[in-house]
């Protein structure tokens, strides 16, 4: 409730531009053949905010700051079905969503410990 009426004007509310988004993300790492089902499942689950951050990102051109890290874009090779579960910045990639992290944000916001 707080962060409702605190942050009400920021708020980005699902409306069918991300939710078109997040079923592209879907699909995507569906017919991608490179996860093993238990991996897919891990983002396929209620409440599992990577593909809503993408999809999300992705209809608004905003950059994704995470500490999964934007220089791990490495895919699992077509056909490997690996049985981890999909990185942010891998998926995000092929959606040319910028993924940064969060020392990259504080150097890029000139932030000085």
Not at 41 to 54: M, R, S, T, V
Not at 81 to 89: A, C, D, G, R, T
Request: glycine content about 6%.
């Amino acid at each position: 409730m707080w962060v409702k009426v605190t942050y009400a004007s920021r708020l980005i509310m699902v409306g069918n531009n991300i939710l078109s988004e997040y079923q592209e993300v879907l699909s995507w790492i569906v017919g991608s053949n490179r996860w093993d089902n238990a991996a897919i499942n891990e983002w396929n689950i209620d409440g599992k905010a990577d593909p809503w951050l993408i999809a999300t990102a992705k209809a608004y051109h905003q950059t994704i700051v995470t500490f999964d890290g934007g220089k791990n874009k490495q895919l699992p090779p077509i056909g490997a079905y690996s049985s981890k579960e999909p990185k942010i910045s891998a998926v995000a990639s092929q959606f040319d969503v910028r993924v940064i992290t969060f020392y990259e944000l504080f150097q890029e916001l000139r932030f000085k410990m």
